[in-house]
């Protein structure tokens, strides 16, 4: 249960520089968020393309989050035997064991991230397991407060119904607009957008099967639509 997760009571009270040593330095806090990360395909893809972004995985269950806390922190050690020359790789990515749906405004600050990813969800297909689905009015306003202006929501699943759920809710709340995919790539996001489609676990599962991946993307609007 939640009683055994470990969770900062505010953001200031979040030791980032546990997290990011490299950046201890900097007031740095992260600015993507993957929040269901799995085993963190996205977050070692997209943190050698941006190495002065944080990033912060976000996943609940604890042999998966640490794995991923393992997986970083070989890639640590790996690219500081190798290449002694190139400062902090992957200094600037981390994992956190935690329940994104009930504490995500607990660990980022209001408008600190510039991106956060829900790549392929759990579905919960049942209508009434549909509560438990990780997009919905009310988290969406969480979404809307840890998100800067002009900040990106990425979706992507293989469920259509589950698509369609996520697109239609995005679509209705006011502090998010859509935005295409190609509007985004002529933006320079052609390489997250990579990274979403096909750096997950999930998503490479996804692509043996030959099943169909289908992408929403919002934005952070900075008034009410
Ligand atoms: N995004 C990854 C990928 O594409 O490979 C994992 C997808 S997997 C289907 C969904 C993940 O979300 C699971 O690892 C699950 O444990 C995690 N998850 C579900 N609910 C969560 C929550 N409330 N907070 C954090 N993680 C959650």
Redesign the pocket.
């Known amino acids: 249960s939640d009683h055994a997760l470990d969770y900062p009571s505010s953001p200031v009270n979040m030791d980032w520089a546990a997290h990011y040593p490299a950046f201890a330095a900097s007031s740095k806090t992260p600015e993507f968020a993957?929040?269901?990360?799995?085993?963190g395909?996205?977050l070692v893809t997209l943190a050698p393309l941006f190495p002065d972004t944080l990033m912060l995985g976000?996943?609940?269950?604890v042999q998966?989050s640490q794995y991923v806390e393992d997986r970083i922190m070989a890639l640590r050690a790996t690219s500081a035997c190798t290449n002694p020359t190139t400062p902090a790789s992957y200094q600037n990515v981390s994992i956190v064991r935690?329940?994104?749906?009930?504490f995500i405004t607990n660990y980022f600050p209001k408008h600190s991230l510039s991106a956060l990813?829900?790549?392929?969800?759990?579905p919960h297909f049942k209508v009434r397991k549909h509560k438990?689905r990780?997009i919905s009015p009310t988290l969406l306003a969480e979404y809307a407060y840890v998100l800067r202006p002009g900040g990106i929501i990425y979706t992507i699943t293989d469920v259509w119904n589950l698509h369609e759920w996520m697109r239609s809710h995005m679509d209705t709340f006011p502090l998010f607009e859509p935005v295409s995919e190609e509007d985004l790539r002529a933006e320079g996001k052609g390489p997250i957008l990579d990274a979403v489609y096909s750096s997950?676990?999930?998503?490479r599962?996804v692509e043996r099967n030959k099943g169909e991946k289908w992408l929403a993307c919002f934005r952070r609007v900075e008034f009410q639509r």
């Open positions: 993957d929040v269901g990360c799995g085993f395909g996205l976000m996943e609940i269950r998966v935690a329940n994104a749906m009930k990813f829900f790549l392929f969800p759990d438990a990780i997950t676990e999930e998503g599962k």
